[in-house]
């Protein structure tokens, strides 16, 4: 049932029709829009624009509808244009032109804005959880792991001793960003385009505030124009879905090295990784890899919406109906990625031997000979030539640092006295990277510490969103 034609000599030709449907996609957005037709409803009606008892009937079906569409029994057909037109026709087979008395003040402009918004802070507080449970599962093995000592990479090659704990804590602080990312997009994104109608709002005595109310917003958008043009939280949330993406993928990344031969630090559980086809030894990483290549994908929905955007006259265009595939794709990939890759993390153990026994080699504790003597007077770039002569010594002899004589450090730099032995040991170094910060053990441990009660915030604030929402969709 088309919701236009008075104008019209014909239908839309059948190719026509096949290109402007939404609905084998927009039909999921169905719970939503019976919820904002309920609260439209009640304006229509405290507006005294549809009597009470047309309203107990509309109210009684739009009710029934809800029920049907969670049982599985109302469908749409193949013949309806969006998910818009679908409800209205079943509301019609059960009303009779009383079906068609929503269609005051509103127009599918309003109305697929409003479903969209309500459709992506449902999902996108449902992901915040995925989120969180990563962060969890995280920061347990890095208090597992916050006494085991590793070498850390800058360039990929070996840097400075770190505690593999402190290693493994700062994914939980990206992911911690994206969370405060999808809080500030959530306090941008809460506002109501219901009662912009097309585009100038409306001559009927509707109220925008109170149906925003109804719906569990902030409020309503204060130009009607802005309401139906506005995908910036389209935009805004297809970024945030991305950089939980990188995050992962960046994550993902060093699962592959960490669990390769060569490494041979990592070890997946059976229930996490995947075998090869032909080389019956292969223990694959393939959940780490999916993440990965999935970004590009994130990243591909983001640049395609913004893509759309871009040029696009202010108020509707149905341009604009391109921005719900890229939406869907992005909150059901991380909605797939989140709790397998939160599994593999969960079950992954690490060789702390293998870990410490790379921690001092490739001369990682180079620097604490230059902070020995820059402690002892000496300004940083002699310090950082001296140190560097140990190594080059050490190089050319096929020995580590703490290989070399008090004779030979001597002879590099008169300030290179035997207490240096104190700090050419992996855990003194460690010991010694006490700034805030730092990945000393009880630098690393308060850390840990207060990640876990900003996890317990962040839980708290999705977890009270959460029921907000559920209470305001009736479930
Ligand atoms: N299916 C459309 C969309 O997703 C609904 C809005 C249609 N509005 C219109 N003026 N044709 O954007």
Same mark, same amino acid.
């Given at each position: ?23 084998? @996609? ?15 409803? #009640? ?9 009470? #008892? ?16 969670? &049982?599985g ?18 509301m ?27 459709? #992506?802070?449902?999902?996108?507080l449902?992901?915040?959880? @995925? ?13 597992? /792991? ?39 997009? /959530? ?15 409306? #001559? ?14 902030e409020?309503?958008?204060e ?9 910036? =939280? ?19 990344? &060093? ?30 990483p ?15 929905n ?11 006259? =202010?108020? /509707?265009?149905?341009?604009?109906q ?5 939406? =869907? ?14 599994g ?47 190594v080059?010594?050490? &190089?050319?002899?096929?020995? &580590? ?71 305001m969709?009736?479930q």
């Amino acid at each position: 049932m088309a919701l236009w034609g008075g104008r019209f000599s014909s239908g839309p030709a059948g190719d026509v029709f096949a290109l402007s449907q939404s609905i084998d @996609f927009d039909w999921r957005l169905a719970p939503y829009d019976l919820r904002s037709s309920l609260a439209h409803l #009640s304006v229509l009606e405290n507006a005294k624009l549809i009597e009470k #008892s047309d309203a107990d009937a509309i109210r009684n079906v739009l009710k029934e509808m809800q029920v049907e569409l969670a &049982e599985g029994t109302l469908l749409p057909s193949d013949q309806d244009e969006d998910v818009h037109s679908a409800l209205e026709r079943v509301m019609t087979q059960k009303l009779g032109p009383l079906g068609g008395a929503l269609r005051a003040g509103r127009s599918r402009n309003d109305q697929v804005a409003t479903d969209l918004r309500l459709f #992506s802070l449902d999902h996108i507080l449902q992901l915040a959880e @995925f989120v969180i449970a990563l962060q969890r599962a995280i920061l347990k093995k890095a208090d597992e /792991y916050n006494d085991a000592p590793a070498p850390g990479f800058t360039h990929l090659q070996h840097a400075q001793p770190v505690l593999f704990g402190h290693e493994l804590a700062k994914h939980a602080h990206s992911l911690d960003r994206d969370l405060s990312r999808i809080r500030d997009w /959530y306090a941008r994104t809460s506002f109501s385009p219901l009662g912009a109608g097309a585009l100038a709002g409306s #001559s009927l005595e509707l109220d925008p505030e109170a149906s925003a109310k109804d719906l569990g917003f902030e409020g309503a958008i204060e130009n009607s124009i802005d309401a139906v043009s506005d995908r910036d =939280f389209v935009a805004e949330a297809l970024f945030i879905l991305s950089m939980i993406g990188i995050h992962l993928s960046r994550m993902g990344e &060093e699962w592959c090295l960490w669990s390769s031969t060569e490494f041979g630090w990592a070890t997946l559980d059976d229930a996490y990784a995947t075998g090869s086809s032909i080389m019956p030894q292969k223990k694959n990483p393939d959940i780490a890899e999916l993440a990965r290549g999935k970004a590009g994908r994130l990243i591909g929905n983001l640049t395609s919406v913004l893509a759309m955007l871009k040029g696009l006259p =202010f108020a /509707y265009n149905r341009d604009l109906q391109e921005d719900k595939e890229p939406l =869907f794709d992005s909150i059901d990939t991380l909605a797939l990625v989140l709790p397998a890759f939160t599994g593999m993390v969960a079950t992954t153990s690490f060789d702390r031997a293998r870990m410490a026994a790379s921690a001092s080699t490739g001369f990682s504790l180079a620097t604490e000979i230059a902070d020995f003597l820059v402690r002892d007077g000496i300004p940083f770039a002699q310090a950082h030539e001296a140190a560097g002569k140990c190594v080059h010594v050490c &190089e050319e002899s096929g020995r &580590e640092l703490h290989e070399l004589t008090d004779a030979e450090f001597n002879a590099i730099h008169p300030s290179l006295t035997s207490g240096i032995r104190k700090v050419l040991s992996v855990d003194g170094a460690l010991a010694s990277r006490t700034t805030f910060g730092g990945t000393a053990p009880k630098s690393v441990e308060s850390q840990i510490a207060r990640l876990n009660s900003k996890i317990s915030i962040s839980e708290k604030w999705f977890a009270d969103k959460a029921n907000h929402f559920s209470g305001m969709m009736g479930q």
